[in-house]
């Protein structure tokens, strides 16, 4: 299995900690890309019209797209229960990981507000109001603490940890932690983890 790589891009992260987290990291082989909003992969697009990463090819030669795809895939093939089949603990855990990719989505705008678009075009509000899905979404899981549960280990705890992740990466003066203790504190235990400890690099 192959996974066009980004060592910074969230939605990889996600993918290769679900992965981690099935026994699956050894068969994941890491592939270099490029992926940029205004200079597209061409190379990915060979393989993935939208030009984007995670792109993920099986065994088989299939290509898979978007990280939602990829990591039920993974739990499929790992025989794992991170996608709880059927009945409320799926809804729960896909409506969880909507929440962390909305996080991530608006996350990513907010990024490219800053680094892609040029500054004499940049709109500040814009930028505020993606960062405010982000502040939105972690009162609503102050809020809703069983949505956290310490012995909750499903598709949506790892999308929001990821989602966590890469705010302290990218958005270091947010400062979302002291808004938001029990959410901190959830993450400081939850990130402990082996595979959100691990790293990945080509």
Same mark, same amino acid.
């Given at each position: 299995?192959?996974?066009?790589?980004?060592?910074?891009?969230?939605?990889?992260?996600?993918?290769?900690?679900?992965?981690?987290?099935?026994? +699956?990291?050894? %068969?994941?082989?890491?592939?270099?890309? /490029? =992926?940029?909003?205004? !200079?597209?992969?061409? *190379?990915? &697009?060979?393989?993935?019209?939208?030009?984007?990463?995670?792109?993920?090819?099986?065994?088989?030669?299939?290509?898979?797209?978007?990280?939602?795809?990829?990591?039920?895939?993974?739990?499929?093939?790992?025989?794992?229960? +991170?996608?709880? %089949?059927?009945?409320?603990?799926?809804? /729960? =855990?896909?409506?969880? !990981?909507?929440?962390? *990719?909305? &996080?991530?989505?608006?996350?990513?705008?907010?990024?490219?507000?800053?680094?892609?678009?040029?500054?004499?075009?940049?709109?500040?509000?814009?930028?505020?109001?993606?960062?405010?899905?982000?502040?939105?979404?972690?009162?609503?899981?102050?809020?809703?603490?069983?949505?956290?549960?310490?012995?909750?280990?499903?598709?949506?705890?790892?999308?929001?940890?990821?989602?966590?992740?890469?705010?302290?990466?990218?958005?270091?003066?947010?400062?979302?932690?002291?808004?938001?203790?029990?959410?901190?504190?959830?993450?400081?235990?939850?990130?402990?983890?082996?595979?959100?400890?691990?790293?990945?690099?080509?």
């Amino acid at each position: 299995m192959q996974i066009y790589f980004s060592p910074f891009s969230p939605y990889v992260r996600k993918c290769l900690v679900t992965a981690h987290e099935l026994g +699956l990291s050894d %068969r994941v082989q890491l592939l270099p890309s /490029n =992926a940029n909003p205004v !200079q597209r992969d061409r *190379d990915i &697009i060979a393989r993935n019209p939208l030009g984007k990463v995670p792109t993920f090819i099986t065994d088989e030669g299939a290509v898979l797209y978007d990280s939602r795809v990829i990591c039920e895939y993974l739990d499929e093939i790992g025989n794992g229960t +991170l996608f709880p %089949r059927s009945g409320d603990a799926r809804w /729960n =855990a896909l409506t969880l !990981q909507a929440l962390g *990719d909305g &996080i991530l989505d608006g996350a990513l705008i907010a990024r490219y507000e800053d680094v892609a678009r040029p500054e004499p075009l940049r709109w500040p509000e814009w930028r505020a109001a993606q960062l405010d899905k982000a502040e939105t979404s972690l009162a609503h899981l102050s809020a809703n603490p069983a949505l956290i549960a310490p012995q909750r280990l499903d598709i949506g705890t790892l999308t929001v940890a990821c989602a966590l992740w890469y705010l302290d990466l990218r958005f270091a003066d947010f400062g979302w932690r002291q808004r938001h203790p029990a959410v901190a504190a959830w993450y400081e235990a939850f990130s402990k983890r082996p595979s959100l400890q691990a790293s990945w690099a080509l």
